[in-house]
């Protein structure tokens, strides 16, 4: 990099980290950090051999992804159960991967402001927040540092192809596919990549070179996505197209790549849980269906004079594909953190296509810039409210119940974290809220029960433990039955 570019990017770097260093006094929160590493017998425990081999051996909240769990051993290994320094790991993550893209792009392309945009949209947009200022996330940026690490020396290969320099590339990618199956799409991205901006494909010839050559890593694609489609279904995290139908879920995807791009242009009322509401509108599912059209064909009528168009637009719709819902897991319609690698196909677009459609000099160029900077500095301070939220459970749950009152999600999550504090009578009312609207969910009944009996309540304790029973019971939950007999016959003295 020149010494501009190298400029550029410290003033990126250092803003990044200022609008962040504050999670550094942040705690966990209960969404998948107790289950992540408070909670987890074999991270809490540091690094020990039992665990490493846990870690390649099991599952880890539905998920099997070994270096990821290691990344949290390693942590506790460190600070202990310290959630601070842990936090400020993500962001060391986060930065790094903010000068892995620079140098990509810019090495690339040699255009230092049209990389800085990118660059800086994906270091500072408040999409983005919930990658980084979330414990349990560590995945992402860990898995995308290895992304943008195997991009690198795959470009590193294409300077000068060795079998040393393609082991590396196949390497840096089975990290990154051990830290998140999210990286299945990176073969797609690379073939992608020699389209635009290496431009080794320019005929029906190149691209079938292109694919020969990523035969190896999409063989580990393959294999990977198997594995994972096996685990989260073993774990029950995938919902059946009876609880889902097909036809909703793809209605579902394309509304919601919709909502993701009107969600990176104006990112208001952000959530960490958006629950899925079934069927989409019919005019949402339009619009999706609309804007995918009109960019691929855009994309085809530019593929010669323009084909970072083409290259960014599936960047964006291929990386989301894995997790767009199609196949469901959870119970989100959409998540935030997904945006996190996709994004840099939109950004791509909106910084090439700024310069495409404006001359340099001119009016429209200037007032391009100008509204462009008004809008990141709106993005800054969006993304500096939002990483304040995620300062711990209550102050984030508190958030999103103020504008979502029946999100039953976070009204349960808030309710453990208030018991596991001690704060049992501020939780009830939340359990009963989730209660009510999910009448037959067992473990949320078996939780209200706790409650009760907590608060000295033992009657009303003991008849929410048997309707979590009968619940438990027609879900053919066994082993939710197991705990709740249990607790009966300790509350019954029997």
């Given at each position: 990099?020149?010494?501009?570019a190298?400029?550029?990017?410290?003033a990126?770097?250092?803003?990044?980290?200022?609008?962040?260093?504050?999670?550094?006094?942040?705690?966990?929160?209960?969404?998948?950090?107790?289950?992540?590493v408070?909670?987890?017998?074999?991270?809490?425990?540091?690094?020990?051999?039992?665990?490493?081999?846990?870690?390649?051996?099991?599952?880890?909240?539905?998920?099997?992804?070994p270096?990821?769990?290691?990344?949290h051993m390693?942590?506790?290994?460190?600070?202990g159960?310290?959630?601070?320094?842990?936090?400020?790991?993500?962001?060391?993550?986060?930065?790094?991967?903010?000068?892995?893209?620079?140098?990509?792009?810019?090495?690339?392309?040699?255009?230092?402001?049209?990389?800085?945009?990118?660059?800086?949209?994906?270091?500072?947009?408040?999409?983005?927040?919930?990658?980084?200022?979330?414990?349990?996330?560590?995945?992402?940026?860990?898995?995308?540092?290895?992304?943008?690490?195997?991009?690198?020396?795959?470009?590193?290969?294409?300077?000068?192809?060795?079998?040393?320099?393609?082991?590396?590339?196949?390497?840096?990618?089975v990290?990154?596919?051990?830290?998140?199956?999210?990286?299945?799409?990176?073969?797609?991205?690379?073939?992608?990549w020699?389209?635009?901006?290496?431009?080794?494909?320019?005929?029906?010839?190149?691209?079938?070179?292109?694919?020969?050559?990523?035969?190896?890593?999409?063989?580990?694609?393959?294999?990977?996505?198997?594995?994972?489609?096996?685990?989260?279904?073993?774990?029950?995290?995938?919902?059946?197209?009876?609880?889902?139908?097909?036809?909703?879920?793809?209605g579902?995807?394309?509304a919601?790549?919709?909502?993701?791009?009107?969600?990176?242009?104006?990112?208001?009322?952000?959530?960490?849980?958006y629950?899925h509401?079934?069927?989409?509108p019919?005019?949402?599912?339009?619009?999706?269906?609309?804007?995918?059209?009109?960019?691929?064909?855009?994309?085809?009528?530019?593929?010669?004079?323009?084909?970072?168009?083409?290259?960014a637009?599936?960047?964006?719709?291929?990386?989301?594909?894995?997790?767009?819902?199609?196949?469901?897991?959870?119970?989100?319609?959409?998540?935030?953190?997904?945006?996190?690698?996709?994004?840099?196909?939109?950004?791509?677009?909106?910084?090439?296509g700024?310069?495409?459609?404006?001359?340099?000099g001119?009016?429209?160029?200037?007032?391009?810039?100008?509204?462009?900077?008004?809008?990141?500095?709106?993005?800054?301070?969006?993304t500096?409210?939002?990483?304040?939220?995620?300062k711990?459970?209550?102050?984030?749950?508190?958030?999103?119940?103020?504008?979502?009152?029946?999100?039953?999600?976070?009204?349960?999550?808030?309710?453990?974290?208030?018991?596991?504090?001690?704060?049992?009578?501020?939780?009830?009312?939340?359990?009963?809220?989730?209660?009510?609207?999910?009448?037959?969910?067992?473990?949320?009944?078996?939780?209200?029960?706790?409650?009760?009996?907590q608060?000295?309540?033992?009657?009303?304790?003991?008849?929410?433990?048997?309707?979590?029973?009968?619940?438990?019971?027609?879900?053919?939950?066994?082993?939710?039955v197991?705990?709740?007999?249990?607790?009966?016959?300790?509350?019954?003295?029997?």
């Amino acid at each position: 990099m020149n010494r501009r570019a190298s400029w550029v990017l410290i003033a990126l770097c250092a803003l990044t980290l200022g609008v962040y260093l504050q999670v550094g006094g942040h705690d966990f929160v209960n969404l998948d950090d107790f289950d992540y590493v408070t909670d987890n017998p074999n991270v809490n425990a540091g690094l020990t051999a039992e665990g490493v081999r846990a870690a390649f051996t099991g599952t880890h909240s539905a998920n099997w992804h070994p270096l990821t769990t290691l990344s949290h051993m390693l942590d506790v290994q460190l600070f202990g159960l310290d959630a601070g320094p842990m936090h400020l790991l993500n962001v060391l993550f986060h930065l790094a991967n903010t000068v892995l893209l620079f140098r990509l792009l810019h090495a690339a392309t040699g255009s230092t402001w049209r990389t800085a945009m990118v660059a800086g949209l994906f270091a500072l947009h408040p999409l983005h927040v919930e990658s980084v200022a979330w414990i349990s996330e560590r995945k992402d940026v860990l898995s995308t540092f290895f992304w943008l690490a195997a991009m690198l020396a795959y470009s590193a290969w294409v300077r000068r192809p060795s079998v040393l320099r393609y082991v590396s590339v196949a390497a840096l990618f089975v990290l990154g596919l051990l830290s998140k199956p999210m990286l299945v799409t990176l073969p797609l991205v690379l073939i992608l990549w020699d389209a635009w901006p290496l431009g080794r494909i320019r005929s029906t010839a190149g691209f079938k070179a292109s694919v020969v050559e990523k035969l190896p890593l999409l063989a580990l694609s393959v294999a990977h996505g198997v594995v994972t489609l096996q685990v989260q279904g073993a774990a029950g995290a995938t919902a059946s197209s009876y609880t889902i139908p097909f036809a909703t879920r793809v209605g579902n995807a394309l509304a919601t790549y919709a909502r993701y791009v009107q969600d990176t242009i104006a990112p208001v009322g952000l959530s960490p849980s958006y629950p899925h509401q079934g069927a989409a509108p019919v005019w949402a599912i339009a619009l999706g269906v609309l804007g995918i059209v009109f960019v691929l064909v855009l994309a085809w009528a530019w593929r010669e004079r323009r084909p970072w168009w083409g290259v960014a637009w599936l960047w964006y719709l291929g990386t989301l594909l894995p997790v767009i819902g199609l196949v469901q897991v959870g119970s989100q319609s959409r998540a935030d953190r997904y945006t996190y690698v996709p994004m840099i196909g939109l950004a791509i677009a909106f910084a090439w296509g700024i310069e495409a459609v404006t001359r340099k000099g001119s009016l429209a160029r200037t007032i391009a810039v100008q509204l462009v900077v008004i809008w990141g500095l709106a993005l800054v301070a969006i993304t500096v409210v939002q990483v304040a939220r995620w300062k711990d459970g209550p102050t984030l749950f508190g958030y999103v119940l103020s504008r979502d009152p029946d999100n039953y999600q976070i009204h349960e999550a808030l309710a453990v974290e208030l018991a596991r504090c001690g704060n049992v009578p501020a939780a009830v009312p939340h359990f009963e809220h989730v209660v009510r609207g999910l009448p037959d969910r067992a473990a949320s009944r078996f939780n209200l029960a706790l409650a009760y009996l907590q608060t000295g309540d033992r009657a009303a304790g003991i008849a929410e433990l048997n309707r979590a029973l009968d619940s438990a019971r027609a879900a053919g939950n066994g082993a939710l039955v197991a705990t709740i007999e249990t607790r009966l016959r300790e509350v019954e003295g029997r």
